[in-house]
T-cell receptor
Framework: DSGVTQTPKHLITATGQRVTLRCSPR?????VYWYQQSLDQGLQFLIQ???????AKGNILERFSAQQFPDLHSELNLSSLELGDSALYFC??????????????FGPGTRLTVL | GENVEQHPSTLSVQEGDSAVIKCTYS??????FPWYKQELGKGPQLIID?????GEKKDQRIAVTLNKTAKHFSLHITETQPEDSAVYFC???????????????FGRGTQLTVWP
């Protein structure tokens, strides 16, 4: 158990809908990262937050957004969902992040299925 | 950005044999190289990592080597056991704010199967 928690574990929804994925980092970690894992793209970095502020952006679609709250938990919002958004979404956390090479610890993931 | 290539994509070994997985990277600014193990239905689990100021690191049956000049790093698992069966991912990260800002770039993974 990495100490990173994610909810829900599974999510099934329809095209055009909007969903919210939630992540709680390990105790003491200030950075949260979101990754998408799919068969064709592999593990891809989406976005990083550090202590409530956006730190880095990767291959994140404009339909997707994220935020980190004062208690350091993070939410990833996916809107106008398409079939191709079906994937595993992982959250990871580290003590710091950006400018340092802290180890990242991953949560168990949320499996999103868009029908 | 960084490009990480991983080989082989599948690897089958007999229990007790050694397994080696190799990765190459493209960005010379990368200075942190973790390895993750992912079992079915679970998230990636960090098993070992190495920073660019060392050439080798060991943790019991697992070792990682790094060749910065050639830009490649490898995972070595000795005395493999059936419970080592999983997908293994290599990754690279740079702490240079001007390039990749501490994000992980992953290889495509190696499915390791250890036969009893």
């Amino acid at each position: 158990d990495s100490g990173v928690t994610q909810t829900p574990k599974h999510l099934i929804t329809a095209t055009g809908q909007r969903v919210t994925l939630r992540c709680s980092p390990r105790s003491g970690d200030l950075s949260v990262y979101w990754y998408q894992q799919s068969l064709d793209q592999g593990l891809q970095f989406l976005i990083q937050y550090y202590n409530g502020e956006e730190r880095a952006k990767g291959n994140i679609l404009e339909r997707f957004s994220a935020q980190q709250f004062p208690d350091l938990h993070s939410e990833l919002n996916l809107s106008s969902l398409e079939l191709g958004d079906s994937a595993l979404y992982f959250c990871a956390s580290s003590v710091e992040g950006g400018g340092s090479t802290d180890a990242q610890y991953f949560g168990p993931g949320t499996r999103l299925t868009v029908l | 950005g960084e490009n990480v290539e991983q080989h082989p994509s599948t690897l089958s070994v007999q229990e007790g044999d050694s397994a080696v997985i190799k990765c190459t990277y493209s960005d010379s600014a990368s200075n942190y190289f973790p390895w993750y193990k992912q079992e079915l239905g679970k998230g990636p689990q960090l098993i070992i990592d190495i920073r660019s100021n060392v050439g080798e690191k060991k943790d019991q049956r697992i070792a990682v080597t790094l060749n910065k000049t050639a830009k490649h790093f490898s995972l070595h698992i000795t005395e493999t056991q059936p419970e080592d069966s999983a997908v293994y991912f290599c990754a690279a990260m740079s702490s240079d704010r001007g390039s990749t800002l501490g994000r992980l770039y992953f290889g495509r993974g190696t499915q390791l199967t250890v036969w009893p």
